[in-house]
């Protein structure tokens, strides 16, 4: 595929077209497959090229913070299985970490494990789904059923005990609404190696196709300046060379009693992205391992805590890695028992926005590669 930087690309394009002025105008989404949801993207063409892209969002806004703000903290729990629904656990637990902080709630060591354990297998479902709608983005049918074939593997663990199977409401203020079973200790246990072999067969399957090499390498380049400007965070961060994780940089629960890597490439470009999310699930196995064999007893939530929670008077945050990156919660409490401000600040906003510029001179062929390499839920940009 012709290969050329962005100024040579737009007067590649207006040579082709017969001079610079003569444009037309394409909707990229919000029916379109690769927007995965209802995304629009106005995109201004040369010819194939893209002289300038307007991402368009806020066709499925739904007020969560707003919803925040009328209902006390419990009633709020429901909500954040609902912003990025690929995440559900770390949304959750982003809410209940800044309500804990605020009201000085002591979790039980085990809750804590077992919230690790869940977010780590919600990460590895989260990536799989990622990664198979991107796969079949670029033509590729096949990776998607071996991926939704793993991740019902997930799903089938994690309904066990959440009840189910998507958006998932299972921290509780103060711990987790049910303990794991031996079932559950077993099941997650025996799929560590079975993932661990099927990430062999992903390799060799389609991340050492040359086609697919070919569609990503060198195409999308984020530049860590771009990366810092737009506020990019998760993979998209991580794949130009940023070693920024939320586990590692701001460490919450207990991630630090675990031995883990932050996966970081510095090529900048789609590829790289893709091999930070494979390794990721791969970092994410290690943990389940780890939490696992650490797995303390005792009790799976604090019984202390009341049932009409009122949040002291003060401004807290609590931060999360989730799948696409950082996700933020910011309470402002005045000590009601609902809170008097609520704000969410979720990775998929800030890493759409570097779209616009990164996408300019690229061909469109590519800006669909490359929109896959962000890995964008909607629902979590329309909040």
Known sequence: MLQLNKDEAIAHAAHCVGGPNETFVLNLGPQHPSTHGVLRVKLTMDGEFI???????????????????????AQFLPNTGRIDYLSAMQYTHGWVGAVERACKIEVPLRAEY????????????????GWGAWVMDLGGLTPILY?????????????????????FCYYRIGGVCADIDDAFIQGAKAFVPYMRERLKMYKDLVTDNVILRKRLEGIG?????????????????????IANDTRKTEPYSVYKDFDFEIPVYDTCDSM????????????????????????????????????????????????TEAGRGRFMVRLVADGSDK??????????????????????????ADAIAFMGSLDLVIPDIDR
């Open 51 to 73: 002289r300038h892209a307007e991402p368009v969002c806020g066709y499925m806004h739904r007020m969560h913070e707003k919803m925040g703000e009328n209902r006390n903290c």
């Open 114 to 129: 077992i919230r690790v354990v869940t977010s780590e297998l919600n990460r590895i479902a989260s990536h799989l789904v």
């Open 147 to 167: 991926a939704f074939e793993d991740r019902e593997k997930i799903l089938d663990l994690l309904e066990g005990v959440s009840g189910a199977r998507l958006t």
């Open 221 to 241: 380049i984020i530049s860590q300046d771009m990366c810092r400007r737009y506020g990019a965070c998760g993979p998209v961060i991580r794949g130009s060379g």
């Open 272 to 319: 790289a992205r893709y091999l930070v999310r494979m390794d990721e699930m791969e970092q994410s196995l290690r943990i389940i391992e780890q939490s696992l064999a650490k797995l303390p007893e005792g009790p799976f939530i604090n019984p202390k805590v009341p049932r009409l929670l009122k949040v002291p008077a003060g401004n807290y945050s609590y931060a």
């Open 339 to 364: 809170p008097y401000r609520v704000k969410l600040r979720t990775p998929c906003l800030s890493n759409m926005s570097l779209f616009a510029e990164a996408a300019e001179g690229m061909m469109i």
